[in-house]
């Protein structure tokens, strides 16, 4: 069982021209498109979060349920669901405005126990800014990895949320000795400074990197570097691509018995090499549609 930490909430997304253009409601948050994407490759996966008892939330629910990931553990309030307002540009990269006062997710409170037979937890976004949740979500950080369960982490950096830049960088950073795996976008790692051998020094086994449209690249523990070129495609919009990423890491390493430093060490050049290349084939797909919209295990194959 993989179990994914973190915020469900609406993506209000332009389907036309211009800022307010036909704007049409999505299920998002970066760690909900990661449950559905590993629920669509396949991994037996579990929500771990907080959703509104509104319409949203009811279909935020949903659409974790149709990708048959498991919700018994998710928390429920009557606040409102919290909405991202998306701004696609003319290269498919997406921009957004968050509507967050008083929301449910931000609300999540620490779980008395992970469910039976979790293998792997992934944390990222905002539930790591917004508090009171954020230091719930640490704090499940913290007891996942001191029970010796593999962690990763996505920051998926959105400045708008970050009252303090310096303050943010220094608790990432505090984070790092409880993460297995680390996966950061190119435009994040300039973000929070630092280099993949620092934060690798701090605690995670590999850094991940990704880089839009010109691929993947890891750096282990071993002072490797592997990387892939990005799968071509016509681009849409990117919205859950890193999500994308994010999961078939994780599918692919439960599928080889990796979920653990010492299977990331064991993967070498090839496995590293086949690993990136099935994110990029996954990420490049998702890519191709409108929205957060993962492939399914049939689009992609075995990772």
């Known amino acids: 069982m993989i179990v994914v930490a973190g915020e469900a909430l609406i993506d209000l997304v332009p389907r036309g021209a211009g800022a307010l253009a036909d704007l049409k409601p999505a299920l998002g948050g970066g760690p909900y498109n990661t449950a559905v994407a590993l629920g669509r490759l396949g991994s037996p996966t579990?929500?771990?979060?907080?959703?509104?008892?509104?319409?949203?939330g009811q279909a935020l629910l949903d659409g974790l349920r149709l990708a048959e990931v498991d919700v018994s553990g998710v928390q429920r309030g009557g606040e409102p669901t919290t909405l991202a307002v998306a701004t696609v540009g003319t290269d498919g990269s997406a921009a957004y405005s968050f509507y967050v006062e008083g929301t449910a997710d931000r609300l999540f409170s620490m779980p008395a126990e992970l469910p039976a037979g979790t293998r792997a937890v992934s944390f990222g976004t905002c539930s790591l800014v917004l508090e009171p949740g954020a230091s719930a979500y640490e704090q499940l950080?913290?007891?996942?990895?001191?029970?010796?369960?593999?962690?990763?982490?996505?920051?998926?950096?959105?400045?708008?949320?970050?009252?303090?830049?310096?303050a943010y960088r220094a608790r990432f950073?505090?984070?790092?000795?409880?993460?297995?795996?680390?996966?950061?976008?190119?435009?994040?790692?300039?973000?929070?400074?630092?280099?993949?051998?620092?934060?690798l020094a701090a605690g995670p086994s590999a850094v991940v990197i990704t880089h839009g449209g010109d691929g993947l690249s890891v750096h282990t523990r071993d002072g490797a570097e592997h990387s892939v070129p990005g799968e071509k495609v016509d681009v849409v919009d990117t919205i859950g691509a890193g999500d994308t990423v994010n999961a078939a890491l994780l599918h692919g390493l439960a599928a080889h018995d990796a979920l653990s430093?010492?299977?990331?060490?064991?993967?070498?050049?090839?496995g590293w090499t086949r690993l990136l290349r099935f994110a990029a084939r996954a990420a490049a797909i998702t890519c191709s549609r409108a929205g957060a919209e993962p492939p399914y295990a049939s689009e992609v194959g075995a990772p």
């Open 261 to 270: 430093a010492e299977g990331l060490a064991g993967l070498g050049a090839a």
């Open 173 to 199: 950073r505090g984070w790092l000795p409880s993460v297995s795996l680390l996966k950061l976008s190119e435009e994040d790692a300039r973000w929070l400074g630092g280099t993949p051998r620092e934060w």
């Open 141 to 166: 950080m913290r007891s996942a990895a001191a029970q010796g369960v593999f962690t990763a982490l996505d920051p998926n950096i959105r400045a708008g949320l970050i009252p303090d830049a310096d």
């Open 46 to 56: 579990a929500f771990c979060s907080r959703t509104s008892y509104d319409a949203f």
